[in-house]
């Protein structure tokens, strides 16, 4: 794997996951209490000894930088890095990237520099555990130009991906975007070719594009200048690439899930919470997820009926119920509180212990969750300070809104509290 580069995409401006998204990069958005997105395609790479990683973004980097900086420091005995490549102006190309091959082409002059075989192109917003060394190997085996990842897909979910028909060998030679009705049942294929069991090709006859790829170097460089004008890889080069070039199907059969909205993120992340198995886990020996080494203290529960919830190291719970969520570094809830159904993303910090009164008679809201307040079905942000008697509920069933001068939004139902955002004593969601 040291004849491998690996480039992460941190994707555009991160308009599904907003508010998430407004002061930090798609890749920076926390994960389950105490990861960040960028964690997962970074320790794919760990596990599968790639360790030359470059990430790709141009909005919001600055949180971005400073986790990969903390985080990933492969020092003294190995060419390894994990580095942020920002979007530039330049003499040649005075603009923002335009999409993922773009993104690609503009520094292309800096991946060019390494003696490497191939580019492994990564997506930086989904979950999932995957070892890429048998994804380069079949890679390798097939003498392909180009290799895309594929997930399995059912009728039901089919419609909302690009699709891919294969021949009998693998090799893709069709493309459908999102296709629907009776473009959807063209699209069929037998995925027993790709190693499915007859039973699975059954239930399973389509075959989405995971968004991620590996590319030959000189393939690539070929295909990003034969193609000047295109700025996509999934949605033009490839698809034209596809006729004079060997572009083959990897077929990966396990839990992958594309976090890219927010009821997809917030729907990913309750769902570790669930027994016995939930569908991705954390608790891997084998093939762990690395983060930033924070050197927080344990979690101190003070009476607390705590069911199927995730809580991250730091926190400080008082007499309150916590059920099917999870909570985040530090987090501070107060005496009397119900969280259910929630992701709670905790604190970068603490505050001194005289800015903090724990009964509701101050004159500023403290950090954390105050006394008596109800959360249900909501993403609090972090260093949202959040007052007592204060229920976030969406009473009213409100599906979308946006408060950003109250401190929250609402998305697909869910209620979203702003990063830093204060909600007064008795406010009512």
Known sequence: MKRVLSVILGGGAGTRLYPLTKLRAKPAVPLAGKYRLIDIPVSNCINSEIYKIYVLTQFNSASLNRHIARAYNFAGFTDGFVEVLAAQQTPENPNWFQGTADAVRQY????????????????????????????????RETNADITISVVPMDEKRASDFGLMKIDDNGRVVDFSEKPKGEALKQMQVDTKVLGLTAEEAVKMPYIASMGIYVFKKDVLLELLKAYPDSTDFGKEIIPASSKDHNVQAYLFNGYWEDIGTIEA???????????PRPPFSFYDE??????????????KLLDCNVTESMIGEGCILKNCRIAHSVLGVRSRVEAGCLIEDALIMGADFYQ?????????????VPLGIGANTTIRRAIVDKNAHIGCDVQIINKDNVQEADRENLGFYIRSGIVVVLKNAVIPDGTII
């Open 352 to 364: 001194p212990f005289s800015e903090r009164e724990s009964d509701c008679h101050h004159t500023q």
């Open 108 to 139: 292309m002059w800096l991946f060019q520099e390494w003696d490497v075989d191939e580019y492994l192109i990564l997506s930086g917003d989904h979950l999932y555990r995957m070892d890429y060394r048998l994804f380069v190997q079949r890679h």
């Open 286 to 299: 084998t093939a762990p997820i690395y983060t930033r080494a924070r050197y927080l203290p344990p979690t």
């Open 265 to 275: 993120f917030y729907d990913a992340n309750l769902a570790l919470t669930r027994q």
